[in-house]
């Protein structure tokens, strides 16, 4: 083993383009911050990039570890059933590899700081009826 770990932030994914640029930034951060870390993103949606195929991105390019972080607020069905039967799945394919299921967001007192800054930001905001559609 050559003890090569690679992270794969997983979304839920969105037809409407652009969905994902805060968890693709996310992932930009996390490559900054921890160089040389192999940080790839996919989604669950059917745009993709799917898991199969960035899952087997990273163990051709050496990968023997893999730590999928699904980037999910709350422990709903994908996190308890969908993502874990996708990974046990693919885990088959790869019997040298140690696939993780990273913990989900969740709570945390960051998040909560975030809410908090992103409400007062908001008290300034139009109200909805003058909202532009675009």
Same mark, same amino acid.
Not at 12 to 20: L, Y
């Given at each position: 083993?050559?003890?090569?770990?690679?992270v794969?932030l997983?979304? #839920?994914?969105?037809?409407?383009?652009? =969905?994902?640029?805060g968890?693709?930034k996310? =992932?930009?951060?996390l490559?900054e911050?921890?160089?040389? =870390?192999?940080i790839?993103? $996919?989604y669950?949606?059917?745009?993709g990039? #799917?898991?199969?195929?960035?899952l087997?991105? $990273?163990?051709?390019?050496?990968? *023997?570890?893999?730590?999928?972080m699904?980037?999910? &607020?709350h422990l709903?069905? #994908?996190?308890?059933? %969908?993502?874990?039967?996708?990974?046990? @799945?693919?885990a088959?394919?790869?019997?040298? &590899? @140690?696939?993780?299921?990273?913990? #989900?967001?969740?709570? *945390?007192?960051?998040l909560?700081?975030?809410?908090?800054?992103? &409400?007062?930001?908001?008290?300034?905001?139009? %109200?909805?009826?003058e909202?532009?559609?675009?």
């Amino acid at each position: 083993m050559n003890n090569k770990e690679a992270v794969i932030l997983m979304g #839920h994914g969105s037809r409407v383009p652009g =969905a994902g640029e805060g968890m693709e930034k996310v =992932a930009q951060w996390l490559k900054e911050k921890r160089p040389g =870390a192999v940080i790839e993103i $996919c989604y669950m949606s059917e745009l993709g990039p #799917h898991f199969q195929e960035i899952l087997e991105k $990273c163990v051709r390019e050496g990968a *023997d570890k893999v730590i999928v972080m699904p980037y999910f &607020l709350h422990l709903g069905i #994908h996190l308890r059933e %969908d993502i874990p039967a996708m990974m046990e @799945t693919e885990a088959k394919k790869y019997p040298g &590899l @140690t696939l993780i299921l990273g913990r #989900h967001l969740g709570f *945390d007192e960051s998040l909560a700081e975030l809410v908090g800054k992103r &409400l007062d930001e908001s008290r300034e905001l139009n %109200d909805i009826r003058e909202r532009k559609h675009s």
